[in-house]
């Protein structure tokens, strides 16, 4: 079957660095996205590794890793508007997303 | 300001009655979806439609139906609603080229 593994929360401090982590396993694989989703709002989208490695994109990054099934996303300098809830959705075989329950991130002054 | 628009944005609804949420993209995405969100679940995918015309099934789509008249439109009928129908609904659509979906701001329904 298709299953994502993700924390389903996280705390952590204005400022600091937080790695959320998401493993996979899906019939195929085309790629992952990580969406971003704030309380009562839509998902909206961060970011799409299709290629092993680290994508760089500000304050955000995001690894992936085909072989492990591994992924993460890398929140740095932490402000409180990133408190959010964080989506993990591989795209499978016939280029459906797959969504993990997502990891609730709650940052702290 | 182009995107996706769904509507209402909440309802309550009682048992039994007929229910449409209503989509409309203006970005000439070919690919649309709908989704319920309940609390500590994934996002799960009701029905979709790659292009106007055709429409799929996916995961949960008993008591849900769909059509695809135009690319624009997409809504979604509970023929009978029931209580386990209450949930967050989003409607999504993508250009397929990329995959990355652009979402609808979400319809809350309550099924008393």
């Known amino acids: 079957g298709q299953n994502i593994d993700q924390p389903t929360e996280m705390t952590a401090t204005e400022g600091a660095i937080v790695q959320i982590n998401c493993t996979y396993q899906?019939?195929?694989?085309?790629?992952l996205f990580w969406y971003q989703q704030h309380a009562g709002e839509a998902p909206t989208f961060l970011s799409y590794?299709?290629l092993d490695g680290l994508e760089e994109k500000g304050r955000f990054s995001s690894f992936l890793s085909r072989s492990k099934g591994y992924s993460y996303l890398l929140l740095k300098e932490l402000q409180m508007k990133d408190s959010a809830s964080y989506l993990c959705a591989p795209l499978d075989s016939n280029y459906q997303l797959i969504w993990g329950a997502g990891t609730k991130l709650i940052i702290k002054p | 300001i182009a995107g996706i628009t769904q509507a209402p944005t909440s309802q309550i609804l009682a048992a039994g009655r007929r229910m449409t949420l209503r989509c409309t993209q203006d970005m000439r995405h070919n690919a649309m979806y709908w989704y319920r969100q309940d609390l500590g679940l994934g996002l799960r995918l009701i029905h979709y439609?790659?292009?106007?015309?055709?429409?799929g099934k996916g995961e949960v789509p008993d008591g849900y139906s769909v059509s695809r008249a135009n690319t624009d439109d997409f809504p979604l009928t509970l023929a009978s609603a029931v209580p386990s129908q209450t949930s967050v609904y989003f409607c999504a659509s993508s250009d397929s080229t990329s995959g990355e979906l652009f979402f609808g701001e979400g319809s809350r329904l309550t099924v008393l």
């Open positions: 439609s790659n292009t106007a015309g055709t429409t």
């Open positions: 899906t019939s195929g694989f085309n790629g």
């Open positions: 590794n299709v």
